[in-house]
């Protein structure tokens, strides 16, 4: 496939799991990516990995509004426009409510919410002369509740109603606004749980395909909700779970 032929496309938290796949997935299909992170070497490697393509590393604290301004600003002067913006990037500081610092939730919220309205902001003037779209990565902890992880929790279900709501402001005037809600996902992120081979048990048992997810295969979602196959879909936040969601959470039986 090459649906994305010439088209110019970011991707934030570019440099390791779900980010790395999707800006590689992209580069696959004949888009020139912008790859945005913190960390300019891990960035690069990515880039090695976008074979055929011309990809350019912005290195980028999405929590930093004037920095994420300037992202939008480099890959339009660079490519020439603006057809995608996927804002990946996401911490995640897990612990009770009662113990997390105020630290943790502002960094948080800075990254996971913040990054994402500035994305968004700074974007939007150049996907309306584009008709182009935005895809959020959330998550299944943005759609239900998990223990420990009320930060998180808070985080992603902002990002799942920000994505309604944009979806409603901008459909009209040809920017698509869908977002993935990925479950447990092997990362450098979920490493303390991948890593931990009874708690991979456990997931194993709440997922009805019994396993974590691989980010390329959040990446192949996260491309299809930014194709033109997608064309009618806007305002979605599509599990990317495994059947997780499918349960109401009672126990298998028998």
């Known amino acids: 496939m090459n649906r994305f032929h010439e088209k110019i496309v970011i991707v934030t938290g570019a440099g390791s799991g779900m980010g790395a796949a999707t800006a590689v997935r992209f ?42 301004q300037a992202l939008i600003e480099t890959a339009v002067a660079h490519f020439g426009g603006l057809d995608v913006l996927v804002n990946n990037a996401g911490v995640a500081v897990p612990g009770s409510f009662t113990d997390g610092s105020l630290d943790d939730w502002r960094k948080t919220m800075a990254t996971n919410v913040d990054g994402v309205i500035y994305g968004c902001r700074a974007a939007m003037p150049h996907l309306l002369a584009s008709n182009g779209c935005i895809v959020n990565v959330s998550s299944v ?65 709440r997922i009805p395909l019994g396993r974590a997810a691989q980010p390329e295969e959040v990446a192949d979602v996260i491309a299809f909700l930014a194709s033109h196959d997608a064309r009618f879909v806007n305002g979605v936040n599509l599990p990317v779970d495994g059947g997780l969601s499918a349960s109401n959470g009672q126990p298998q039986l028998g």
């Open 141 to 205: 902890s943005g759609l239900g509740g998990d223990w420990g992880m009320s930060f998180y929790n808070a985080s992603k279900g902002a990002v799942t109603n920000l994505t309604r709501a944009l979806a409603l402001e901008y459909g009209s005037q040809g920017v698509r606004v869908n977002a993935v809600c990925p479950s447990l996902t092997i990362s450098d992120m979920s490493a303390g749980v991948s890593e931990d081979a009874a708690l991979m048990a456990k997931f194993a048992e």
């Open 27 to 68: 580069a696959q299909e004949g888009a020139h990516v912008v790859l945005a992170g913190r960390r300019k070497e891990k960035l690069e490697e990515v880039a090695a990995r976008c074979k055929g393509a011309r990809p350019l590393v912005v290195p980028t604290d999405v929590a930093d509004p004037d920095a994420v």
